[in-house]
């Protein structure tokens, strides 16, 4: 937990201090290597480690964008809502691998991501997130967040394989038992 919350440190640190700023929209990619540390068996990134890369570069959106002055400084936190991953090849230890982050759409509550790891020029995993901002136990109007952060949004409406992704999650939460 604490090499998560070193890394975040640094990714404030770069996006206020170094980095040239980005839209919200934009599309998004990270050079990564797989360390020792991501790795079960020694040898490929473990299933965990995907999704914490997700959070990395979905966070470097937020500090790397007006996205961070419109929600977190007005005391609003990011939640995510849902995730999903298909894996197709694992990626290898020690090697480097590109996490692109592309803006799938938004809705009036959440905004739908997918994320793309490759390796070597090929597609090793595929996620995809419903994410949005809470404040006093409610979650906000992500279209408005959005257009706050970038005067030029152009609303894009999630396409119905995104939307049908997340379609069924409260009812499998509401049919699950502890």
């Known amino acids: 937990m604490i090499y998560y919350w070193l890394h975040m440190l640094y990714i404030y640190i770069g996006s206020r201090m170094f980095w040239k700023k980005i839209k919200p929209s934009a599309d998004l990619t990270k050079t990564r290597r797989v360390n020792i540390l991501d790795c079960e068996s020694l040898k490929y990134m473990a299933n965990s480690k995907y999704f914490y890369y997700m959070a990395l570069i979905r966070y470097e959106v937020v500090f790397r964008s007006d996205l961070y002055d419109n929600t977190v400084r007005k005391g609003m936190f990011g939640v995510l809502a849902s995730q999903k991953i298909i894996y197709k090849k694992p990626l290898k230890m020690l090697k480097t691998f590109d ?20 390796q070597n020029g090929q597609i090793c995993a595929v996620g995809f997130t419903k994410a949005g901002f809470w404040k006093n136990k409610n ?13 030029e949004h152009e609303p894009k ?6 939307l049908s992704m997340f379609e069924n999650d409260y009812e499998t939460l509401k049919n699950s038992k502890a």
């Open 99 to 118: 996490i692109t982050l592309k803006l799938e759409g938004s809705d009036d509550k959440w905004v739908y991501h997918r994320q793309i790891f490759t």
């Open 139 to 151: 979650v906000q109007d992500m279209e408005d967040i959005l257009r706050q952060s970038d005067p």
């Open 157 to 162: 409406t999630p396409s119905t394989e995104i």
